[in-house]
C-alpha cells in the first residue's frame, strides 16, 4: 500500500476510536478527522468543504423540516386516537410503527417514511410516558429493510439494477427483490420487536431552556363552531374522548354560566373554559374544530404582514395587568396581543379569561405579531419565560404539509426529480405555505448532525481518490476465490456492510456491483445473486449513524452516540447475514 492510502485507512481507524470513545460530541469528531484529512493532505483545501453541499445533507435537513410541519399539521395525531386506544404498551407501539414504516418504505424513499412517521413515535412515547429513542432507531432499521423489497425503495437497487442491465441486458424490476427484501424484513421485524431492549434507557435528546418549564395547568377558552365534532356531545364523552387530559371548568351559553355536569349536552356556540397542557388544549381546540378565543381578532396596523406567534411570560409585581382584567385593559385594542391562556399555582380558574382579575405570578400566554411581541411584553411588565414549542394559538394547515410530502415521494418514486431537489423543494413549500413558520423550521433543523455530515463525506471519499477502496476490492475477489459459493456470496454481502459506514450506500454499490459481478464471472456463476447481496449489504448499515440517511435523520431526536447503533445493529447484521446468504441463494441459484 502507498503512504496515502496507509494514512487513510489510520485517519479512519482513529476517528472511528473517538467516535466509540465518546470524549468529544459527534460533529466535533467530524472536524477534527477532517482537519487531520486536510493536514495529512489526503483531501485537498479546495475540496475540503465539498461535503456540505453533498445530497446527504440537503436530505436530511430538508427531511427534519417536513417532519416539523407533519408533526404541526396534527394530523398523525388525529390518526393515532383510534390505534392508541388499543395500543398503549411500548412493544406493542414498536410494531405498529416499524411495521408501518418498514412497509411503506417498499413503494417510497425509506427516508421520506420515515420522515413521514417520526411526528407518530413522540406522540406514541408521549402517551406510554417512555423516551421516543426506544422507538426512532428500530424505526430506522425497519425503513432499511424495507427498502429492500423493491427497485425505488432504496438507491442500491437501482445502481445494482443498471450493472445487471450492463452485464445481461436484463435489469432488475420492480419487484424481483420482494421475496429477499421480504423475508429479511419480516425476521428484522421480529428481532426488534424484542431487540429494542438492547438499547440504554436513558437516551433523550438533548434538552432545552424551555423543556424545564412544567406548567401543565393552563385555562384557555374556546368556542364550540357549527361543525365541531364535539357538537351534540356530553361534556363526559367530550373528556373522555381526549384521554381525561383536558377539563371543562365552566360552559357559557347564550352568555349565562351553565354548570357544568357530566351529561350536560354541547352545542353550537357554546363557549368552554378548558383546562389541560399546552400542547393538550391545542390538540383539543384544533382536532375538534373549536374556536380559540381572539382568533378573529385584527392585527395592529404596520403588522398585517408579520408572522403571527405566542409567547408564555410571568407577571411581575409592578406589572400593569396586575388587579386588572384582559377585557378591562382592552389588551388587543390599546397593546395588539391576546391573551389566550392562563395559569396560576394551586388554583382553578373558572371565569372567562377577559374577566379574570390578573395577579402576580401569573402565568401567561399571549399571542400577537412577533415583531411586536417584546416590546409589549415590556410595556406590559412581564418577563418572557425560557422559549418552548408552544402550538396553542397558532394556524394549523391540516393536510397540506401530508400532501405535499406526498406529491416529494411520488416524484421520487417515478424518477421525476432526485431526492435532494423533491425534498428540497417540498420543505420550501411547507415553509412559503405557512404550515412551518421559518423560525420552527431552523429550530427543526439538527445542525450538529449536518456538521458531522458534511465534515465526514470529504473524509471518507479518500478510501476512493486514494486507490484503498480498488485494493480492498481486488482482495475480496482473491478472497471469494477460495470458497465455497454460499461463502462467497456471505463475503460479498459482509463487505458490503462494512463499506457502506465510509462510502455511503450509493459508492458502495457502485465500487462493490461490478467486482462482485466480475467475480462471479470468473467462476462461471450467474450475477445475480452476488449482485443481490451487494445491494443488501449496502441497504444495511446498522452499525453507524453515518452510512445511510434514515440513521444520521434519527440521531438528534433520539439523543443516540455513536456506539449506540452497533448495539442493536450488531445482532441485527448477523440476523441478515446468515439469513440472507441461503435465502439469496434459494431465490437466484448461481447455475
Same mark, same amino acid.
Given at each position: 500500500?502507498?503512504?496515502?492510502?496507509?494514512?487513510?485507512?489510520?485517519?479512519?481507524?482513529?476517528?472511528?476510536?473517538?467516535?466509540?470513545?465518546?470524549?468529544?460530541?459527534?460533529?466535533?469528531?467530524?472536524?477534527?478527522?477532517?482537519?487531520?484529512?486536510?493536514?495529512?493532505?489526503?483531501?485537498?483545501?479546495?475540496?475540503?468543504?465539498?461535503?456540505?453541499?453533498?445530497?446527504?445533507?440537503?436530505?436530511?435537513?430538508?427531511?427534519?423540516?417536513?417532519?416539523?410541519?407533519?408533526?404541526?399539521?396534527?394530523?398523525?395525531?388525529?390518526?393515532?386516537?383510534?390505534?392508541?386506544?388499543?395500543?398503549?404498551?411500548?412493544?406493542?407501539?414498536?410494531?405498529?410503527?416499524?411495521?408501518?414504516?418498514?412497509?411503506?418504505?417498499?413503494?417510497?424513499?425509506?427516508?421520506?417514511?420515515?420522515?413521514?412517521?417520526?411526528?407518530?413515535?413522540?406522540?406514541?412515547?408521549?402517551?406510554?410516558?417512555?423516551?421516543?429513542?426506544?422507538?426512532?432507531?428500530?424505526?430506522?432499521?425497519?425503513?432499511?429493510?424495507?427498502?429492500?423489497?423493491?427497485?425505488?425503495? $432504496?438507491?442500491?437497487?437501482?445502481?445494482?439494477?443498471?450493472?445487471?442491465?450492463?452485464?445481461?441486458? $436484463?435489469?432488475?424490476?420492480?419487484?424481483?427483490?420482494?421475496?429477499?427484501?421480504?423475508?429479511?424484513?419480516?425476521?428484522?421485524?421480529? +428481532?426488534?420487536? +424484542?431487540?429494542?431492549?438492547?438499547?440504554?434507557?436513558?437516551?433523550?435528546? =438533548?434538552?432545552?431552556?424551555?423543556?424545564?418549564?412544567?406548567?401543565?395547568?393552563?385555562?384557555?377558552?374556546?368556542?364550540?363552531?357549527?361543525?365541531?365534532?364535539?357538537?351534540?356531545?356530553?361534556?363526559?364523552?367530550?373528556?373522555?374522548?381526549?384521554?381525561?387530559?383536558?377539563?371543562?371548568?365552566?360552559?357559557?351559553?347564550?352568555?349565562?354560566?351553565?354548570?357544568?355536569?357530566?351529561?350536560?349536552?354541547?352545542?353550537?356556540?357554546? %363557549?368552554?373554559?378548558?383546562?389541560?397542557?399546552?400542547?393538550?388544549?391545542?390538540?383539543?381546540? =384544533?382536532?375538534?374544530?373549536?374556536?380559540?378565543?381572539?382568533?378573529?381578532?385584527?392585527?395592529?396596523?404596520?403588522?398585517?404582514?408579520?408572522?403571527?406567534?405566542?409567547?408564555? /411570560?410571568?407577571?411581575?409585581?409592578?406589572?400593569?395587568?396586575?388587579?386588572?382584567?384582559?377585557?378591562?385593559?382592552?389588551?388587543?385594542?390599546?397593546?395588539?396581543?391576546?391573551?389566550?391562556?392562563?395559569?396560576?399555582?394551586?388554583?382553578? &380558574?373558572?371565569?372567562?379569561?377577559?374577566?379574570?382579575?390578573?395577579?402576580?405570578?401569573?402565568?401567561?400566554?399571549?399571542?400577537?405579531?412577533?415583531? &411586536?411581541?417584546?416590546?409589549?411584553?415590556?410595556?406590559?411588565?412581564?418577563?418572557?419565560?425560557?422559549?418552548?414549542?408552544?402550538?396553542?394559538?397558532?394556524?394549523?394547515?391540516?393536510?397540506?404539509?401530508?400532501?405535499? &410530502?406526498?406529491?416529494?415521494?411520488?416524484?421520487?418514486?417515478?424518477?421525476?426529480?432526485?431526492?435532494?431537489?423533491? +425534498?428540497?423543494?417540498?420543505?420550501?413549500?411547507?415553509?412559503?405555505?405557512?404550515?412551518?413558520?421559518?423560525?420552527?423550521?431552523?429550530?427543526?433543523?439538527?445542525?450538529?448532525?449536518?456538521?458531522?455530515?458534511?465534515?465526514?463525506?470529504?473524509?471518507?471519499?479518500?478510501?476512493?481518490?486514494?486507490?484503498?477502496?480498488?485494493?480492498?476490492?481486488?482482495?475480496? =475477489?482473491?478472497?471469494?476465490?477460495?470458497?465455497?459459493?454460499?461463502?462467497?456470496?456471505?463475503?460479498?454481502?459482509?463487505?458490503?456492510?462494512?463499506?457502506?459506514?465510509?462510502?455511503?450506500?450509493?459508492?458502495?454499490?457502485? %465500487?462493490?456491483?461490478?467486482? =462482485?459481478?466480475?467475480?462471479?464471472?470468473?467462476?462461471?456463476?450467474?450475477?445475480? /445473486?452476488? &449482485?443481490?447481496?451487494?445491494?443488501?449489504?449496502?441497504?444495511?448499515? +446498522?452499525?453507524?449513524?453515518?452510512? !445511510?440517511?434514515?440513521?444520521?435523520?434519527?440521531?438528534?431526536?433520539?439523543?443516540?452516540?455513536?456506539?449506540?447503533?452497533?448495539?442493536?445493529?450488531?445482532?441485527?447484521?448477523?440476523?441478515?447475514?446468515?439469513?440472507?446468504?441461503?435465502?439469496?441463494?434459494?431465490?437466484?441459484?448461481? !447455475?
Amino acid at each position: 500500500m502507498t503512504t496515502p492510502q496507509i494514512l487513510s485507512v489510520c485517519v479512519l481507524t482513529g476517528m472511528m476510536l473517538l467516535f466509540i470513545w465518546g470524549k468529544f460530541r459527534y460533529d466535533v469528531t467530524a472536524v477534527i478527522a477532517l482537519l487531520a484529512a486536510i493536514a495529512l493532505g489526503l483531501v485537498k483545501p479546495e475540496d475540503a468543504f465539498s461535503g456540505f453541499s453533498d445530497d446527504i445533507v440537503v436530505i436530511v435537513a430538508s427531511a427534519l423540516v417536513i417532519s416539523g410541519a407533519v408533526q404541526r399539521s396534527g394530523v398523525i395525531e388525529r390518526m393515532l386516537r383510534v390505534v392508541q386506544k388499543y395500543v398503549t404498551r411500548l412493544p406493542s407501539q414498536l410494531m405498529v410503527l416499524c411495521a408501518s414504516v418498514g412497509f411503506a418504505s417498499a413503494l417510497v424513499k425509506n427516508i421520506g417514511a420515515l420522515a413521514m412517521l417520526m411526528p407518530a413515535a413522540f406522540q406514541m412515547a408521549k402517551r406510554s410516558k417512555s423516551s421516543p429513542s426506544a422507538l426512532l432507531m428500530p424505526m430506522s432499521f425497519a425503513s432499511l429493510l424495507g427498502g429492500l423489497m423493491t427497485l425505488v425503495g $432504496t438507491s442500491p437497487n437501482i445502481i445494482v439494477s443498471r450493472v445487471r442491465e450492463d452485464m445481461t441486458g $436484463t435489469p432488475f424490476r420492480m419487484f424481483d427483490y420482494l421475496p429477499v427484501g421480504l423475508g429479511l424484513t419480516v425476521m428484522g421485524l421480529l +428481532f426488534l420487536r +424484542f431487540g429494542y431492549r438492547l438499547l440504554p434507557g436513558d437516551r433523550r435528546a =438533548a434538552p432545552t431552556m424551555g423543556e424545564a418549564l412544567d406548567i401543565q395547568d393552563y385555562v384557555t377558552e374556546a368556542r364550540v363552531a357549527e361543525r365541531s365534532e364535539a357538537v351534540g356531545e356530553t361534556i363526559a364523552a367530550f373528556v373522555a374522548r381526549h384521554g381525561h387530559d383536558v377539563t371543562v371548568t365552566q360552559v357559557l351559553r347564550a352568555g349565562i354560566r351553565t354548570t357544568p355536569w357530566r351529561e350536560l349536552e354541547l352545542r353550537a356556540g357554546d %363557549v368552554l373554559i378548558l383546562g389541560g397542557a399546552p400542547d393538550t388544549l391545542e390538540q383539543v381546540i =384544533a382536532g375538534d374544530g373549536l374556536e380559540l378565543e381572539g382568533h378573529d381578532r385584527a392585527q395592529p396596523q404596520g403588522s398585517e404582514h408579520d408572522e403571527v406567534g405566542v409567547i408564555e /411570560a410571568v407577571l411581575g409585581v409592578d406589572s400593569v395587568l396586575v388587579g386588572q382584567t384582559a377585557g378591562r385593559m382592552l389588551l388587543q385594542a390599546r397593546y395588539g396581543v391576546n391573551l389566550i391562556a392562563i395559569s396560576r399555582r394551586g388554583e382553578r &380558574l373558572t371565569r372567562r379569561l377577559a374577566n379574570t382579575v390578573l395577579c402576580p405570578g401569573d402565568v401567561v400566554v399571549l399571542q400577537g405579531p412577533l415583531g &411586536l411581541l417584546p416590546e409589549r411584553l415590556r410595556m406590559l411588565g412581564c418577563l418572557p419565560l425560557a422559549e418552548r414549542s408552544l402550538r396553542l394559538g397558532n394556524a394549523r394547515k391540516g393536510l397540506l404539509p401530508l400532501a405535499v &410530502l406526498a406529491v416529494a415521494m411520488a416524484a421520487t418514486a417515478s424518477g421525476l426529480v432526485p431526492v435532494a431537489v423533491a +425534498f428540497f423543494a417540498a420543505a420550501a413549500i411547507v415553509i412559503l405555505t405557512g404550515s412551518l413558520p421559518v423560525r420552527d423550521a431552523y429550530s427543526h433543523i439538527e445542525w450538529p448532525i449536518l456538521v458531522m455530515l458534511g465534515a465526514l463525506i470529504p473524509v471518507s471519499d479518500t478510501l476512493r481518490t486514494t486507490g484503498m477502496s480498488d485494493i480492498i476490492g481486488v482482495w475480496l =475477489a482473491q478472497t471469494a476465490a477460495s470458497l465455497p459459493v454460499w461463502g462467497a456470496v456471505g463475503l460479498i454481502l459482509v463487505a458490503a456492510m462494512a463499506v457502506t459506514p465510509f462510502l455511503n450506500n450509493a459508492a458502495t454499490v457502485l %465500487v462493490m456491483a461490478p467486482i =462482485a459481478a466480475t467475480f462471479a464471472g470468473d467462476l462461471g456463476y450467474r450475477p445475480e /445473486a452476488f &449482485l443481490m447481496a451487494t445491494a443488501v449489504g449496502a441497504g444495511c448499515d +446498522f452499525l453507524t449513524p453515518i452510512g !445511510h440517511q434514515c440513521n444520521t435523520l434519527v440521531m438528534g431526536p433520539g439523543g443516540y452516540r455513536f456506539g449506540d447503533y452497533a448495539r442493536l445493529g450488531a445482532p441485527l447484521s448477523l440476523l441478515v447475514l446468515l439469513l440472507g446468504t441461503p435465502l439469496i441463494l434459494w431465490v437466484w441459484p448461481v !447455475h
